[in-house]
């Protein structure tokens, strides 16, 4: 428990990731608790985005694809994020949206489960999933012939019987918090004979992984919340080596085969043949100027990984929650927030949500004092309360920023200055 | 004709767009005829994009979607892009790659079709169209139940009967750079019950395109050619108003259903309703810091336009075409060249290819030369040559450029010095 100021920032000076803070840049006067929905800028980034548009575009021109090697380069930040989750070199592919990424998952599992158990017509899921989530797999149950069923967090073991062909679930809830068991529930679908797909979007860099450990099926995730690439930064997939072996032995294919993702592109033939191995999940032309930014995020992984890594970043992760969640419901008492973050460590991922019915009006005036958090709506019709969100970036966020922000939080609930009309307008993006 | 080298000085000289080359950062030393492959870097690109990372990503975090209009950008562009293609604004959506636009489209015609014209099991392309096209139609069909089927250029008319749904089609073609006319094209299929998916890849920014005069139905195209976007740039998808009224009335979806794409993204609602318009099309949260830079290459052509736009662009296109055709026949006669673009300039794109056996080793001691095309491997199965492409931007490409670089050419051929050893040596990429 830290009870001051004082040992706020003493435990920041004992911090042995304190100098990875440095690695960011972040503007004077905010506090950036928003790194779940678009992390920070590494200080590296801009002389790489620079040096690949004026060297190697400007200069190169064609030829870097292959002097500059951008041809690798997706495969190369595909390993990178693999020593983050758990995978194998190799296993990643980077490129694409999470969406388009999640339709190939999906499309993938939904077909070997058609060839294997095509009598399971049930694709599982959680009612509170992220939204893309869910309307990706409305489009790809109606494609396979299964049924989206969604149920409440707590259900979902029960609802994984003879009829679930897939299980797909975000790893950490996008608005709770709340963190699965990856490798309790992937066992109890795999003994249901369910495949299962991970949407890894609030866990990688965020908290410890273990895809191949898990003997999860196939997965994929973002590259610009906790991996830090930037405004819309390509995301990544990942399939069990058990997954693409069968695929590549009995030709399968995912239904996005671009044409990087043939055998041999560069023999330009008219027929499709898959890549092996994750190479079937690669699609069009890789997006070579934000893969740069992108690698740029990953490195600093690699400097975290010389100072004990994702297991010294879930510690840090953990602990600036426990103190944000102590600390404010030591001084908010009695203003109406409810914490729907779990307070288990084992079920938390690496944020503190409290919903509030006022919640968007609060952060816009928590924004204004430099607080920058965010807000997710609820709806009646499903019970989801008006949500605060504020993620934790241990890579750059430091404990005295998280006593500091409850000490604001506090401030503008008890003078009421969220109540002021203009923090009630709603933006085009909350 | 162009007669001297002088000639060919004098005609940039008198060029009226010859201030357009200033827009770009080209090399010392080198001609570059390959930006059909990866456009040139306008000179204003670098300052946006580290203005894009330091201010907008570093400074101004997450506010930025709505303080610096993030996202509004897609649209912005797509306007951008529709002026050039003769689409209305609001018609095109920017993101993705050309492969994911093309499954979308070719999704959402086969969908239309379906409903319509139940009867019909015909996908219809061309042979020799680009791989990915190719590649994704087979996936396509065999999700809509069609069949692919491939002819050549010249059958396709014949072809064109009640039992074609689909009728896919890149408007210049990537090897020969035979343009087909596509409004011709649309009204013969049309008339044969047939809808039109029309890839651009090789036309936006190249040559006069009129989607909303010629009456098609859905188009793709792609970033990083003639539009200057960088390598990987995002793609755009065009759908008639027609057929996204359509949509409208009738709740119609196409597969790749993200959050974007949702009538009311920010209510985070569990069940998908598509966006209206050209909306329904969008996916995943858009890759900002590379569309930033696409924006930069479309303000080139906007410059462009107080020059004579389009039509102004095509008249130097067809004259650089013709010159170097002409010079490189006058000066390599004997040497094995064949012209595969078509001589007529109703019929040819803005690149001239030419076919020999030994096309890879040519171009690799073009290249070294400063002289930078690239090469299309042929196929002996369906008689495609090995060609040498040669692409044409006349907003960078100057007429001693067209005439420097035939000399050159006649230079490598006429001393043998393409025998080398190691300009036979593939790379990774070709």
Request: net charge negative; with cysteine.
């Amino acid at each position: 428990m830290t009870a001051s100021r004082e040992e706020a920032l003493a435990r920041d000076a004992a911090d042995p990731l304190r100098s990875l803070r440095d690695e960011f840049e972040l503007p004077e006067g905010v506090i950036y608790l928003d790194g779940n929905s678009l992390g920070a800028l590494p200080r590296r980034t801009a002389a790489r985005v620079a040096t690949t548009i004026e060297g190697e575009w400007g200069r190169g021109l064609i030829r870097s694809w292959n002097t500059a090697c951008w041809i690798d380069l997706a495969q190369a930040i595909g390993d990178c994020i693999g020593t983050l989750v758990g995978a194998a070199p190799g296993e990643i592919s980077v490129g694409d949206s999470t969406s388009v990424n999640l339709f190939k998952a999906l499309s993938a599992a939904s077909g070997l489960q058609k060839s294997d158990a095509p009598s399971r017509t049930t694709l599982l899921s959680e009612r509170s999933n992220f939204p893309t989530d869910l309307y990706i797999a409305e489009s790809v149950a109606a494609a396979a012939g299964l049924k989206l069923r969604l149920v409440d967090a707590g259900d979902l073991a029960d609802h994984l019987n003879h009829d679930v062909a897939v299980l797909m679930l975000t790893h950490v809830n996008y608005r709770s918090g709340r963190m699965h068991d990856l490798a309790d529930l992937t066992r109890i679908a795999h003994a249901a004979g369910a495949l299962t797909v991970w949407d890894l979007a609030h866990s990688a860099g965020a908290v410890p992984v273990d895809l191949l450990g898990a003997e999860a099926d196939f997965a994929v995730g973002c590259g610009y919340k906790y991996l830090n690439g930037g405004p819309g930064a390509p995301a990544f997939v990942w399939a069990h080596p058990r997954h693409t072996a069968r695929m590549d032995r009995e030709g399968l294919r995912q239904p996005l085969s671009g044409w990087l993702g043939h055998a041999a592109p560069f023999d330009f033939v008219p027929v499709y043949r898959p890549a092996s191995g994750i190479g079937r999940f690669v699609c069009g032309t890789p997006p070579i100027v934000a893969m740069k930014a992108l690698q740029c995020g990953l490195e600093v992984f690699a400097a975290a990984n010389a100072l004990g890594g994702m297991t010294a970043l879930r510690a840090k992760s953990l602990a600036l929650t426990d103190l944000f969640i102590a600390r404010v419901e030591s001084i908010c008492a009695g203003q109406g927030l409810e914490l729907t973050t779990p307070r288990d460590p084992a079920l938390r991922g690496s944020q503190a949500s409290f919903a509030h019915a006022d919640g968007y009006a609060i952060m816009q005036a928590l924004i204004e004092r430099g607080v920058i958090g965010d807000f997710r709506a609820g709806h009646a019709e499903t019970g989801e309360q008006n949500l605060m969100r504020f993620g934790f970036t241990p890579l750059y966020t430091r404990y005295i920023d998280a006593w500091d922000a409850a000490d604001i939080l506090a401030e503008v609930l008890g003078s009421g200055a969220w109540r002021e009309p203009r923090f009630h307008r709603r933006a085009a993006v909350t």
